[in-house]
Structures are given as C-alpha cells and as structure tokens.
C-alpha cells in the first residue's frame, strides 16, 4: 500500500481508483501460506494514466513521462529490513541526472511539505487544525486499490472498477470478495447472549 499511496499521488488519483484493472497471479496450492507469490496487476485510471504493479521489478515506483523517468523507493529501499531485497535498492535515480537537480519554480505544482515524519505531522495538524499530509480518504483510496488489484488476481478478465460507488461493475463474482463474514465478536449475526 505505501508505494500505491505515492504512486496515486504522482499521477493526481490521490482520491479516487483505477477505473479498469486486470491480473494475474500464482497462489500456493498447499500450506498454511495462502498470499499470493507472482503476480502481475494492470490498473488504469479515468485521467489516462496506467498503473503497472508486479513481482519482478524493483521495489518501489517508477514514474514514466514524455521527458524520461524517476524511480522513487521509500527509507531507501523501499522495504523492511526482513525482506530479501532489503538494501538493493537507491531509494532516488532518474533516467537523466539532471531532472533531481531541476528546481520547482514558483508557478509549477507544490506538493504538501513538512519537515515531520507522519506522527509529528498528525500531532501538528491536531495543534494547528491543518489537513495531515496523508488523510484518511487518501489511505482508504490506497488501501482499497490494492484490495481491487489482489480481487483481479483471482476473478480472470478485465474488471472494471466504479470508484464512486466502490463496486465492480457487471461482476458479482468480483463484487462477492469485497467483504467476508467478520469473526466473533465483530460480525453482525452473533448476539451475545447473558
């Protein structure tokens, strides 16, 4: 989810979702272990861009554009430290050393600035009464693509995505994953008896 809530920031979908999304992915046929191994999702969003999430590039998030490209990772390499990639990764290159060195001018996009780290900045939002750097919305739109991507690894086809509505449209197949039978004591069709 973290590098998704960068991405959609990067493409201006902070608040909304892809709009079309296909997938694929191998899955553990015996285990405990029931997570997906491979996978290659294909999400496309309403403002044109496409969002393209998989097992075999590097991890973290790399914007294309007209003028070459950046790939960004978080903490420098995008992982926990437990993870096999941990530490292969530059947390910022471009295909062009220039464009890190460019300066935003005045007049160009400013992206929110803080110089806390999340928890600082919620607590200073709470103090001063400023939106946070990463609103609730923004979390739950990030949080619900990946729930739409890892639903396209297991409904086959092209799936198409209403993020207005939070429903795939024409596939109750797809529609039927979107929630599950919450577990005692949270679901709705237990009554606690005295």
Not at 132 to 149: D, M, N, Q, Y
Not at 168 to 189: C, D, H, I, M, V
Request: net charge neutral; aromatic share 8%; hydrophobic share 35%.
């Amino acid at each position: 989810m973290h590098h998704i809530d960068i991405a959609h920031w990067g493409m201006n979908n902070e608040y909304t979702g892809p709009i079309e999304v296909e997938g694929h992915a191998s899955f553990p046929k015996t285990g405990l272990w029931d997570v997906h191994l491979d996978f290659d999702i294909k999400a496309k969003y309403a403002n044109g861009v496409t969002m393209l999430i998989n097992s075999k590039n590097t991890n973290g998030i790399k914007f294309e554009g007209t003028e070459g490209w950046i790939f960004v990772a978080r903490d420098g390499g995008g992982v926990t430290a437990s993870d096999p990639v941990a530490g292969k990764n530059a947390a910022l290159m471009a295909s062009d050393p220039k464009i890190l060195s460019s300066v935003i001018g005045q007049n160009e996009i400013q992206l929110y600035a803080d110089d806390h780290e999340q928890h600082g900045n919620w607590l200073d939002c709470i103090e001063n009464k400023k939106p946070t750097i990463s609103p609730a919305e923004v979390a739950h739109r990030s949080c619900s693509a990946c729930l739409v991507a890892h639903i396209a690894m297991k409904v086959p086809g092209k799936l198409y995505w209403d993020p207005k509505t939070e429903k795939f449209k024409n596939n109750a197949e797809a529609n039927k994953l979107l929630s599950r039978t919450q577990r005692y004591p949270y679901g709705t069709n237990y009554i606690k008896k005295a």
